[in-house]
């Protein structure tokens, strides 16, 4: 844990200024949120097995680790009981803790010869972990533990007509801005002549993905969401430097600790006004000596005021993969309601759902869970087994399961056998 002993010292040159901006109080239609947090561990060690497939932990560090999943409240559960997933940038493995946060093992060598341990949260993982009070814990975890912050990115959501896309659709045309980066924005989408903006789905990028970069779109366009969110537009600052992250997860509990967490977006609006100025053009041919743009200055104030640790109202896991089947399925759906009629219908939608309840993975339960417990329900795997019991006597396996169309005496018993096994673990 942290040394209390000690003085905490935040390099405000290292974040870039913050003499310059002046808050003010939060207007409606402007929050912001944290929406990713990648760290690198090198304190616990592992034991492989021959083809190292399933690099484990050792004993000690599994329950060293422990502390660390606490705040994922898994530190009763045995690690590798987890489903496991590939990794990604060099790491073995990952396993689910909760919605949006993953633990990577066995990945990059560091420095003391140890394989590193990963973890990812994204923006959901950030919601769920500050809606359960963990993400402050967590924090003061990672500055005693951490080797390395790998990314942090925070998140802007502007529901107001200050600074509009069009708006900086136009000036980033006319390349009416500076910036500290050689390159200029890169403007990417599906091609549409017809578009305002030239794209259907534009975004807007500027900077270096691995240092600092900056991405703009138009946030309703990515829900779909356009004829109900007129005015949506997302700005994401992604860190990738350590230095820089630590320094801001320095400041965000020190300003937890002090009930005073007003400045991180300050500072977010300081880093954005330090790499990034749009300027309205003048007569002077040195971009530096025009004017700064009033609507860029004027959302800049308004990002100063964001509350932080407001967990925003974004879209769990459940909220994503439901609109995912209605986009890609419901049509099929449609279709096979059409060729079979109501009644057979609905006996084939509870036939696939009785097939894939007991195919069931760890992620999976949590979805569930999750749901629940954002919709103050209370989750009950018995009441749940009693609904597929009575799904199960309501159709005929042997009317949509092709597999068994063709076999003997011999799979109906085994079907009778597999029936009696799920009565029994009902029963208990």
């Known amino acids: 844990?942290?040394?209390?002993?000690?003085?905490?010292?935040?390099?405000?040159?290292?974040?870039?200024?913050?003499?310059?901006?002046?808050?003010?109080?939060?207007?409606?239609?402007?929050?912001?949120?944290?929406?990713?947090?990648?760290?690198?561990?090198?304190?616990?060690?592992?034991?492989?097995?021959?083809?190292?497939?399933?690099?484990?932990?050792?004993?000690?560090?599994?329950?060293?680790?422990?502390?660390?999943?606490?705040?994922?409240?898994?530190?009763?559960?045995?690690?590798?009981?987890?489903?496991?997933?590939?990794?990604?940038?060099?790491?073995?493995?990952?396993?689910?803790?909760?919605?949006?946060?993953?633990?990577?093992?066995?990945?990059?060598i560091t420095m003391n010869g140890c394989p590193s341990t990963g973890l990812n949260i994204t923006g959901v993982g950030c919601q769920w972990l500050i809606s359960?009070?963990?993400?402050?814990?967590?924090?003061?975890?990672?500055?005693?533990?951490?080797?390395?912050?790998?990314?942090?990115?925070?998140?802007?959501?502007?529901?107001?007509n200050i600074m509009p896309l069009s708006h900086i659709n136009e000036l980033v045309k006319k390349r009416s801005y500076v910036s500290i980066f050689k390159n200029p924005f890169k403007v990417t989408g599906t091609p549409n002549p017809e578009s305002d903006y030239g794209y259907d789905g534009v975004t807007y990028y500027l900077g270096n993905a691995s240092d600092i970069l900056i991405r703009i779109y138009a946030k309703n366009w990515k829900e779909e969401k356009q004829e109900e969110i007129k005015d949506w537009t997302r700005w994401e600052i992604q860190l990738r430097?350590?230095?820089?992250?630590?320094?801001?997860?320095?400041?965000?509990?020190?300003?937890?600790?002090?009930?005073?967490?007003?400045?991180?977006?300050?500072?977010?609006?300081?880093?954005?006004?330090?790499?990034?100025?749009?300027k309205i053009p003048g007569k002077n041919k040195q971009k530096t000596r025009w004017e700064d743009d009033l609507e860029y200055l004027k959302f800049l104030n308004e990002v100063n005021g964001i509350k932080l640790f407001h967990a925003p109202k974004g879209k769990s896991e459940f909220e994503i993969s439901k609109a995912w089947f209605e986009k890609s399925c419901s049509l099929f759906l449609t279709q096979i309601c059409m060729i079979y009629g109501e009644e057979k219908f609905f006996k084939y939608i509870k036939y696939l759902i009785t097939d894939k309840f007991f195919d069931m993975k760890e992620n999976n339960y949590n979805l569930v869970i999750n749901e629940f417990e954002r919709q103050n329900k209370k989750f009950n795997i018995n009441e749940i087994a009693k609904m597929m019991n009575k799904f199960e006597g309501e159709f005929n396996r042997y009317e949509f399961d092709l597999s068994l169309k063709d076999e003997t005496i011999d799979q109906d018993e085994k079907l009778l056998k597999a029936m009696e096994e799920r009565k029994k673990i009902l029963d208990e």
């Not at 997860?249 to 100025?277: H, K, Q």
Request: aromatic share 18%; with cysteine; proline share 1%.
């Open 132 to 160: 359960h009070g963990k993400f402050y814990g967590l924090l003061k975890y990672l500055i005693e533990y951490v080797y390395r912050f790998t990314r942090f990115d925070s998140a802007i959501d502007n529901y107001t």
């Open 1 to 108: 844990m942290l040394d209390y002993s000690k003085e905490y010292e935040v390099d405000f040159g290292n974040l870039l200024s913050v003499t310059m901006n002046k808050k003010i109080p939060l207007r409606e239609g402007i929050t912001g949120c944290f929406d990713w947090l990648s760290i690198t561990f090198n304190c616990f060690s592992y034991e492989a097995d021959n083809d190292f497939t399933y690099a484990k932990l050792t004993g000690e560090s599994q329950h060293k680790i422990k502390e660390l999943l606490k705040f994922f409240n898994r530190e009763n559960d045995n690690l590798f009981s987890f489903d496991r997933e590939s990794g990604a940038n060099g790491f073995k493995y990952k396993i689910c803790l909760q919605e949006g946060c993953y633990l990577l093992f066995y990945g990059p």
């Open 241 to 278: 430097d350590h230095e820089r992250i630590k320094q801001l997860v320095t400041l965000i509990i020190l300003g937890y600790e002090g009930d005073d967490y007003s400045d991180y977006f300050n500072i977010v609006a300081s880093i954005l006004r330090e790499i990034l100025m749009f």
